[in-house]
Structure formats: structure tokens, C-alpha cells
């Protein structure tokens, strides 16, 4: 069975031994435990503050790592993880090495270092947004006190005007107060506005204001703690700013010279504190009576006995029974699968979560999906050198759950494109016909290609159709006997059965005229058979005779959704084509560039190269997505129901490090 039966179970642990016994849980990685009915979140104030100290020292791990990541040297970078070249160790190892590194010294440090980055970059800050105050007026002559306060006997004042306004207000200060104003023009306005400074004495201030607010002078403040001139006080801004990327250098040399081994503690610290803080909270959420912990888990019920296995030490301190599902309980879904199909189960998880109890259609539909990449990619050449490449990944690294999956699917998939491309002809295109160095080798090719699709596309059209109303037939199929094992034998006759017998027959006798008479009148009497089922059955909900008359009649229009749904296929030809195509245009080129004098085979080379290169980059993404659409659309609306909810097992999971002597069925 593809999906794999859940067990609900009850475990009753002694609260001396809730730690080691979950621990050993955890290690075991298949228990999803249940939070319990009307659980707020509340625990007892130790074990809240014992939760929070676990929070706070991750997260302080986790500063250090964002803080190092960009200074160390010795670091598994993505692809490094993605390729299993992360750092390999036992959960026991990983637990010594992680509290023998004196890290919260270590975090201390980092945080230093990171608190005096934070006070530069501050201070640079407010001294640039000063610099930028003063930038304008840099050039005069006139003391910075002199606008915050002034002398006993003058003041002066710097702000912005319209350029329109700036002679009408120059004017009416020189007619009002004569020598007792000096207004000088500055440069670095904004928008219309001109920047100026107003110098005037202290006994004529109040009449610089009136005029100022009757013309529209803003006034701008200066930093009240200057005061000499601005060049000045800009030259000693310059200078501390030198200062500061000074000490800025030395930090970030002294960050470096500690990142490589502070990166890696911090590395072993956060997976460790991620798996502590998952058993402390798994804990917490098991009821507490006062001596015991009592919590509930989904687990596969083929695990049960290795389960038994892992709690036997603590035989004495716990009890495991099989707890009673409720009805209104979903149990959560994984799914089981041989391996060569289990490697499309993330492509059915993206679709959706199959419900519990349902029908798995990872298996149903994987040779569908490879034959149909296959059809879409369709050149051996390309298929031969990809299924290399991503079977040696398999076999050279220990790649991530989900990445091993997905080179499984490009792996298996690409074998189906060297079937196809090997019976189609397609070889790099039409390599062995283009270029006449390789026709010893074409009798080769010949004898293994059954048809050409560039000059016989309609035979291929016809086979995509073929194999697609095929896997339309069977979903119908898979949905009428996952009725018949729920029990619905009328459902599964009157809603799946019927419509198999219709299309069937209706195929038959569109086609008996060209096979034979016999196969027309079968199809005859298999389509008439299956109208009538349909006809009576699909509007039995009606309690009126002539609605359901109704009803009947009209769901056969739904055979024009069946049509379109087989015309869909067609894509396996469209994309098939094009692939073949595009290697043709590049061998093309290649043989009209070989003949320049010196440089043609180079040319050719590069364009051979390139070509086919782009070709496999925009083909095998078409091949994907097309072939993944039609199990989507096509295929999975026929049976496939996923309201379910994945699998999330109480594990050691970690970021980092990879760890030996943990199970994840993930």
C-alpha cells in the first residue's frame, strides 16, 4: 500500500526519565505527537524560563552565524550541504562537541565585536548627515556659533528662498535696515530654492524675522555643538570619519580572525539547541501529573515493534498502549513507495497531500511522467550525457533527501529520453545525417529508429493521443475501484464504469471503419451501453423522473471535456518537435560555418557546443513542467483527492551537519 497505516498511541513516561526517554524518541525520528485538546500553550514557570534560556541561546547562535557568514573562510556553502559535504557525526558526538565549546564566551565576544560595529556606523551616520548640513555653506567665512546664538552685538541666520523671491527679499532688507543686514548668496539650493545666509544685528533681529516670514524665508538649524567655521569643523568631521573606518578595519580583522572557529561552534551549537528546544517542547506538550508525562503520537503502525525495541531500557519507567482514533481525527499521511517511484513523491506532495486513507497516485502515475519527459525531451544524445551526469551525483554524493529525489526523477526520465530519441531518429538532432564524417555510423541509428516525427508528425500525433486518452481511461479506472473499496459499488458503475464503457466504445466505433466492421459495431454497442447507464444514473439524487431525464442527458455533454483533455496530449508532439528542431537549426549553422577559411572548425565547435548546450537548457524545462501539467490537470482530476496533511515526525533535524544514527522519514 502506498500510504502507510497510522497507529495512535498513548505513552506514560516517568517525569525522572522524560528527558532520556525522549531523547531516544526523537532519535527515532516516526512520532508525531498530538498537542493536546484545549492546550493553551501555559507551562509551569521553570520549565517556561528552562524553554526561553534554550530560545535565547540559539538565537544567539544563530547571530553568529548570519555575523561569520560573510568573514569565514572554512564554510559549507549551499551546494556543498546540497551535495552531503556537511561535516558527519553521531547525535552523541554532536551533543559532546557542542557543550565543550565554551560558546556563550564565544557569543559574548561576537556580540562585542558587533556592538562596537553598530556604535561606528551610528556615529558615521550623524557625522555624514552633519557633513551634508554643512556642505553647502563650507566656503563661508562666518563661525557656525554665529547661527546658534550668535555674538552680544550680531546674529546670523541660514535658510532657503524661492530663486524668484530672493532679490524682492534682498531688496526689502537692504531698504528696511540698511547697513544693519548682510544677505550672502550660497550655492547647493534644491528645487527652485536658493540658499543664503542672513547676518544681522542683534537690535534689528525682530525686524529681519517680520520680513523673513512675509517673503518665505525657511530657516535651516545647524548642530548646536559647532562652532568654529565650516570648513573647519568639515575638515574635523573628515577626519574622525578616517577614524572610525580605521577602527572599522580592525574589528572586522579581529571578527575574521576568530570566524573561522566561532563559525563552526556555532554551526554545532544551533543544530544541537534546534534539536534540545524540539524534545523540551515535545515534552511540555505531554500532560503532566505531577510524576508522569502522558502524550499521544501518530506513528506507522509497522514501527511499533521497533519502537518497543527503543523504550525497552526504560522498560520500568514507561508505558506505550494504542490509543483509540477518533471519528473525527484525520490521521497524517506518509507515503511508501518502491524506489524507483518514490522519487516522484515530491512532485505529488507539490500537487497536494493525499488524504488519509485515499489513493496514493505517486506510483500511477511516475511511468506515465518519465514515458511522457521522454516524448517531450526526445533526443538520445541529450539523454545519454544528463543521465551520466545525474547518476553520477547519485552515486558520488550523499545528497539531501529532496535533491537525491529530484536527480532520481531527471535520472530516470532522461533513460526514457534515450528510448525515445534512439526510436525517433534524434541523435543531437540530426547529427549523424548532418555531418558527413559520422554517416559510417548512421545504418546505426537507422536500424534502431521506428519513425521520424519531422516528416511523419502525424503517426506521433497519433501515438500521444493514444497513450493519453490511455491514462485518462486509467484514472477513471483508479477512481472506480477506490469506490468499490470504500463499498460504493453503485457509485463506482454508475459515475466511472460508465464513462469508461462510453469513451471506450466511442473510440471503437469512430475508429472500427479503419480496423474493422467488427470493432465498429462493438464500439457501437459499448458507447449506446454506457449512454444509457449515464442517462439513468447521473441525475438519481432528483426525486423528479424528468429531471433526472435531464440531468442524464446533459452529463453526456461532459464528453466534450474528455475531448479536450485527450487534445491536451498533443503537447507530447509540439514539444517533441521542437526539441528535434532546434538541434537541427544548430547543426545547420554548424555546417555552414565549417568551410571559413582557418577558424571554421572552431567555429562550428563553439556553435555546436553552445547550441546544444541552450537546446538542453530550454528543452528539459519544457519537457518538466509539460509532462508534470498533464499528470496535474489531466490525470489527477480523474481520482485524486488530497486533503490530507504530511507526516511531520518528532526528529533530529538539523541545518548543518548531517547526523549518522537518526531516522527521518521525510
Not at 570566524?259 to 554551526?267: I, N, R, T
Not at 534539536?275 to 506538550?285: F, Q, S, T
Not at 550523499?398 to 529530484?406: C, G, M, Q
Amino acid at each position: 500500500m502506498a500510504l502507510v497505516e497510522m497507529g495512535k498511541y498513548r505513552l506514560a513516561v516517568h517525569s525522572d526519565a522524560a528527558e532520556a526517554v525522549f531523547r531516544e524518541i526523537q532519535r527515532f525520528g516516526f512520532c508525531e505527537w498530538i498537542l493536546p485538546e484545549g492546550e493553551d500553550g501555559a507551562v509551569k514557570a521553570e520549565e517556561a524560563r528552562e524553554l526561553r534560556g534554550i530560545d535565547d541561546q540559539l538565537g544567539e547562535a544563530r547571530f553568529v552565524i548570519r555575523f561569520l557568514d560573510d568573514k569565514a573562510q572554512q564554510k559549507p556553502g549551499g551546494l556543498d550541504k546540497a551535495l552531503g559535504k556537511s561535516p558527519e557525526l553521531t547525535l552523541d558526538l554532536l551533543e559532546k562537541e557542542a557543550e565543550s565549546r565554551n560558546f556563550p564566551k564565544t557569543a559574548e565576544k561576537i556580540r562585542g565585536l558587533e556592538r562596537k560595529l553598530s556604535e561606528i556606523r551610528s556615529e558615521e551616520a550623524r557625522l555624514r548627515g552633519i557633513a551634508a548640513q554643512l556642505a553647502p555653506v563650507e566656503s563661508l567665512e562666518v563661525p557656525i556659533s554665529m547661527f546658534n546664538g550668535g555674538t552680544s552685538m550680531a546674529e546670523a541666520y541660514l535658510g532657503s528662498i524661492s530663486e524668484e523671491s530672493f532679490f524682492a527679499f534682498s531688496e526689502a532688507l537692504q531698504n528696511r535696515l540698511g547697513g544693519a543686514v548682510e544677505v550672502i548668496k550660497l550655492s547647493g539650493g534644491t528645487d527652485g530654492q536658493l540658499l543664503c545666509a542672513v547676518i544681522v544685528l542683534k537690535s534689528h533681529a525682530q525686524v529681519f524675522k517680520t520680513v523673513a516670514d512675509e517673503m518665505g524665508f525657511q530657516r535651516m538649524e545647524l548642530p548646536k555643538e559647532l562652532t568654529g567655521l565650516p570648513q573647519e569643523e568639515l575638515a574635523k568631521i573628515r577626519s574622525r570619519l578616517e577614524e572610525l573606518e580605521a577602527k572599522t578595519r580592525e574589528i572586522e580583522d579581529e571578527a575574521r580572525s576568530l570566524a573561522d572557529e566561532s563559525f563552526a561552534d556555532a554551526l554545532f551549537v544551533s543544530d544541537y539547541l534546534s534539536i534540545l528546544k524540539a524534545r523540551k517542547e515535545a515534552i511540555l506538550r505531554c500532560d503532566s501529573t505531577g510524576f508522569t508525562r502522558i502524550g499521544e503520537f501518530w506513528m506507522p503502525v509497522s514501527k511499533e515493534a521497533d519502537l518497543k525495541k527503543v523504550l525497552a531500557p526504560f522498560e520500568s519507567h514507561v508505558d506505550l498502549s494504542k490509543a483509540e482514533v477518533e471519528e473525527d481525527e484525520l490521521p497524517p499521511t506518509l507515503l511508501e513507495n518502491p524506489s524507483w517511484a518514490a522519487s516522484c513523491e515530491p512532485l505529488t506532495l507539490m500537487y497536494g497531500v493525499p488524504t488519509y486513507g485515499g489513493v496514493d497516485p505517486t506510483p500511477k502515475m511516475a511511468p506515465f511522467f518519465f514515458l511522457f519527459f521522454g516524448m517531450c525531451f526526445g533526443d538520445a544524445g541529450y539523454g545519454l550525457i544528463l543521465t551520466a551526469l545525474f547518476s553520477y551525483f547519485l552515486v558520488k554524493h550523499r545528497l539531501s533527501s529532496n535533491l537525491r529525489k529530484f536527480f532520481q526523477v531527471l535520472a530516470i526520465g532522461n533513460v526514457a529520453t534515450v528510448f525515445v530519441g534512439a526510436v525517433t531518429g534524434s541523435w543531437f538532432g540530426n547529427m549523424f545525417d548532418a555531418f558527413s564524417f559520422l554517416r559510417s555510423v548512421k545504418p546505426i541509428k537507422d536500424a534502431m529508429q521506428v519513425l521520424d516525427p519531422m516528416t511523419d508528425p502525424i503517426t506521433f500525433l497519433g501515438i500521444s493521443l493514444a497513450i493519453g486518452f490511455l491514462q485518462l481511461l486509467f484514472g477513471l479506472w483508479i477512481s472506480m475501484m477506490d469506490s468499490v473499496r470504500k463499498g460504493d459499488y453503485f457509485g463506482a458503475v454508475a459515475d466511472k464504469g460508465s464513462w469508461i464503457v462510453f469513451l471506450v466504445g466511442l473510440v471503437s466505433w469512430g475508429l472500427g471503419g479503419k480496423i474493422s466492421p467488427l470493432v465498429a459495431a462493438v464500439g457501437k454497442v459499448l458507447s449506446a451501453v454506457g449512454a444509457i447507464v449515464l442517462v439513468t444514473t447521473q441525475g438519481r439524487d432528483r426525486k423528479n423522473i424528468l429531471s433526472r431525464a435531464v440531468i442524464g442527458l446533459l452529463s453526456l455533454y461532459n464528453v466534450t471535456a474528455y475531448l479536450g483533455d485527450t487534445l491536451s496530449y498533443s503537447r507530447l508532439l509540439a514539444l517533441g518537435l521542437s526539441s528535434a528542431a532546434i538541434g537541427m537549426i544548430v547543426n545547420l549553422l554548424c555546417t555552414l560555418v565549417v568551410g571559413v577559411p582557418y577558424v571554421g572548425w572552431l567555429l562550428a565547435l563553439v556553435i555546436f557546443v553552445g547550441g546544444h548546450l541552450f537546446s538542453v537548457a530550454a528543452n528539459i524545462l519544457g519537457a518538466f513542467i509539460h509532462s508534470l501539467r498533464l499528470q496535474y490537470v489531466e490525470f489527477f482530476s480523474k481520482f485524486y483527492e488530497a486533503n490530507g496533511r504530511a507526516f511531520t515526525p518528532f526528529s533530529c533535524s538539523t541545518s548543518y551537519v548531517r547526523l549518522s544514527d537518526t531516522e527521518n522519514p521525510a
